[in-house]
């Protein structure tokens, strides 16, 4: 079974910075697609950053000069680098990865339980 567990999330000042981590562990033939999403109380969840293999990184408006995502193919990992922090950015962070598993023709999205930031002005 797939599963996908963030870390290093937590209370910061506004200002500073986190980094978040993401590890995806189980049946594994290839991940195409990892991402972050956050989802702020009352609003709808919006993509923070996401990355596909062979191409470019994508950020959200809001969050673009200030974060920057990576990702560790071989160990199957998803930093997200937080810097400048606002107190806009309070939220649950989840990790979201497309996760293609051996023997399947197609891979499934993937998500984590999330991982609370809150920045404190």
């Known amino acids: 079974q797939v599963q996908l567990v963030e870390s290093g999330g937590g209370l910061v000042q506004a200002g500073g910075s986190l980094t978040l981590s993401c590890v995806v562990s189980g049946s594994i033939f290839r991940i195409d697609y990892m991402g972050w999403y956050r989802q702020a109380p009352g609003n709808q969840r919006e993509l923070v950053a996401d990355?596909?293999?062979?191409?470019?990184?994508n950020y959200g408006d809001s969050v673009k000069g200030r974060f920057t995502i990576s990702r560790d193919n071989a160990k199957n990992t998803v930093s997200l680098q937080m810097t400048s922090l606002k107190p806009e950015d309070t939220a649950v962070y989840y990790c979201?990865?497309?996760?293609?598993?051996?023997?399947?023709?197609?891979?499934?999205?993937?998500w984590g339980q999330g991982t609370q930031v809150t920045v404190s002005s």
């Open positions: 979201v990865a497309d996760v293609r598993e051996p023997g399947a023709y197609v891979g499934n999205y993937r």
């Open positions: 990355i596909r293999s062979g191409t470019s990184p």
